[in-house]
């Protein structure tokens, strides 16, 4: 598969190969890197019915070893971070280009879009439970510090993942320079916690031989395929790899798997069965009573640490995705503040962010404990996960044009791996696992009725329009009075009247000398160069039309996107440009289009989105809106 360098990736080689090293490790790996907290205690008291012995230990640390050899190391590491769009990842930027692959067939272009969007759905249920397990499981080493601490755990872990949740507005910028040494220094303590552990039962390296992964399940006939449900948790975070690879590239994210985190991730695995092959009792909390008493309190200082700072990327993984959702029109327009002049992509998004602090509060709430909420983990990973092959698999066929010999073994053996961990979790949506895979149908059933919704909006102010050669010509035989300076009216359809160019004529009686009718188009692709940025098309009579290219993670700022327009016949200074912004109002009827509660719904989401005047950075005193009721 070849393909020219990107911005993004152009971006990354002239950065120093070792800070963008160390960057991935504290930013990229957080996730996946805290799982060692909760994962083998999971296994063996999460209700599943394991009993530690020998046999048990080797095939679930088996089953742990193959799953990251073959869910990361394999799929994501070899095929999907090459699903690059312009050196952006992310299941959003995946469903783009999945839908530029599939564009010659409309109904499996349909079916990826569905995919991708409740593969995202599911993003922000994982972006809840994540900072919630995570705290939690780091905070309840303190149980074991000191005695009569159970019932402070709670209201410890509320207290930090508070104060997570109120830096955001601030940026990460200052602390993320922080990040990545302090996740270098616990992924060498990881290592060395399991090499501490392996010392003393070496024979639990035989577990490398998948041969122990095949006995499990022919041991536990009955419990095999559900204990996958538990084995997943050391896959949690595997999707953030590929949703940062834009701020990394491809190349540091896979040297940091296969030089640091995957040997790391490893030792302090076995390390950990190791113990509870020597002491049964040590699963309770096998991760804490691996490191020597002395150590106790400056690991579970060190954890927490590592914890916020997975929750930060997960958390920064919700702006971005959403930032990607609404330039892509699934998402209602949000204000969103850049918190950084220097580094790309560090944005806050204070809906997105309050409503995860409010969710992530109720699940500690709820839940109390990381082992209970392991519970509902697993379910909206896995499903993601799913998602992302089968998005993969469009382009894979369709754009990379693999010949299938080769590419459907490949994708028949990670659907089968993922399908086996999504069949194991889908029980936890009965036991608890219901809030992230309800919050995930939620999501998807409001960006489909938003992206339905706006095409109807669109449509029926469509039917009434009047087209602009007719429009031009008519005031050509009555000439309306001009005044001074440039109109600029904000239009879906560059190719009819807008109506709040028609009201303004009807209310005021005047034209503009230069009046601009402005469509925003916003490509699949995340960047659009400056050069590309813009087309021109002069209809005589002073009308002319303006396409603006974005990028899906661009920032549409139009004011200074029409600059770059040098034309003697336009005039965009900010004293003689007035900006005209139509607001539409939706009412529900009995015409064909969507349901009556989507249409409900979806006047809702118009009535209370953030309009095109912060959105595209218009300035406030040049804005003139006028509205107009549609009905649906």
Known sequence: MGHATS????????????????????????????????????VFVGGYGVQAGHDAVLGILSLIFWSLVWVVSFKYMALVLRADNDGEGGIMALTALARRASARFPKLQATMIVFGLFGAALFYGDSMITPAISVLSAIEGMELAFDG?????????????????????????RIGV??????????????????????????????????????FFIDHPGIGVAVLGAVVLALTGAEALYADMGHFGRKPISRAWFGLVLPALMLNYFGQGALVIQDPEA????????????????????????????????ISGAFSMTLQAIQLGYIPRMYIQHTSSD??????????????????????LGFESSGALASAYGVAVTGTMLCTTILVASVM????????????????????????????????IFQGGAFPFLAGIALFILMTTWKRGKQLLVDRIDEGGLPLPIFISSIRVQPPHRVQGTAVFLTARPDAVPHALLHNLLHNQVLHEQVVLLTVVYEDAPRVPASQRFEVEAYGEGFFRVILHFGFIDEPDVPAALKLCHLPDL??????????????????????????????????????????????????????????????
């Not at 402070?152 to 910028?173: C, S």
Request: net charge positive; hydrophobic share 55%; glycine share 8%.
């Open 571 to 632: 005039d965009f200074s900010p004293m003689r440009t007035t900006y005209f912004l139509s607001r539409e109002t939706v009412v529900s009827t009995k015409l064909k289009g969507m349901a009556r509660w989507r249409e409900g719904l979806f006047a809702f989401m118009l009535k209370n989105a953030n309009g095109n005047l912060r959105f595209f950075k218009l300035p406030y005193n040049r804005v003139i809106e006028l509205g107009t009721q549609v009905e649906m």
């Open 7 to 42: 911005q993004a990736e152009a971006g990354h080689q002239t950065a120093k190969p070792l800070s963008l090293l160390v960057g991935a490790v504290g930013v990229a790996y957080g996730d996946i890197g805290t799982s060692p907290l909760y994962t083998i205690k999971e």
């Open 149 to 173: 601490l159970d019932h402070w755990v709670v209201p410890i872990a509320l207290i930090v993942l508070v104060a997570l949740f109120l830096i955001q507005r601030h940026g990460t910028a």
């Open 178 to 215: 922080m990040f990545g040494p302090i996740m270098v220094l616990w992924f060498v303590t990881l290592g060395a916690l399991g090499i501490f552990g392996i010392a003393r039962q070496p024979e639990v390296l035989h577990a490398v031989n998948p041969v122990w992964a095949v006995r």
């Open 343 to 364: 580094a790309q992509g560090q944005i806050y998004i204070g809906a997105v962010n309050w409503a995860l602090m409010v969710g992530v509060i109720l699940l500690v």
């Open 283 to 314: 699963v309770r909390n096998p991760f804490y009573l691996l490191a020597p008493s002395w150590a106790l309190l400056p690991l579970i200082g060190l954890s927490t640490l590592a914890t916020i700072i997975a929750s930060q990327a997960v």
């Open 397 to 428: 066929l369709l754009a990379w044009k693999w010949s299938p010999w080769i590419a459907v073994p490949i994708l028949a053996g990670c659907l089968f791996v993922d399908g086996m961990f999504f069949a194991a979790n889908v029980p936890k």
